[in-house]
């Protein structure tokens, strides 16, 4: 098991820019590909972007594609999403994900461990 914990969320104005972080526990960071998923009032949550177990590939929903990156840096067991020319639209609670496997990267199921979650805010 394996215990995330996200922050860097808060409130910015829109086309400002944040970046998140996820912290992972234990010592096998290395061993699970790694989402960020969003959820706004009243919808729900959906994909954002993930990673592979090495960070050699990543994936994105359209929504986001040329204005969010996501990264991982192994050594420090952490899981990073840079957010760029945020939109109100862009405003939701951010959760990262683990997963021991990486068919279907962009579903809920298809990940086994979920941190609390990070508020994120773009409002002028």
């Known amino acids: 098991q394996v215990q995330l914990v996200e922050s860097g969320g808060g409130l910015v104005q829109p086309g400002g820019s944040l970046r998140l972080s996820c912290a992972a526990s234990g010592r096998t960071f290395s061993s699970y590909a790694m989402g960020w998923f969003r959820q706004a009032p009243g919808k729900e949550r959906e994909f954002v972007a993930a990673?592979?177990?090495?960070?050699?590939?990543?994936y994105y929903a359209n929504s986001v594609k040329g204005r969010f990156t996501i990264s991982r840096d192994n050594a420090k067991n952490t899981l990073y999403l840079q957010m760029n020319s945020l939109k109100p639209e862009d405003t939701a609670v951010y959760y990262c994900a683990a997963s021991t496997r990486f068919g279907g990267y962009g579903l809920h199921e298809s990940y086994d461990y979920w941190g609390q979650g990070t508020q994120v805010t773009v409002s002028s």
């Open positions: 990673i592979r177990r090495n960070g050699g590939s990543t």
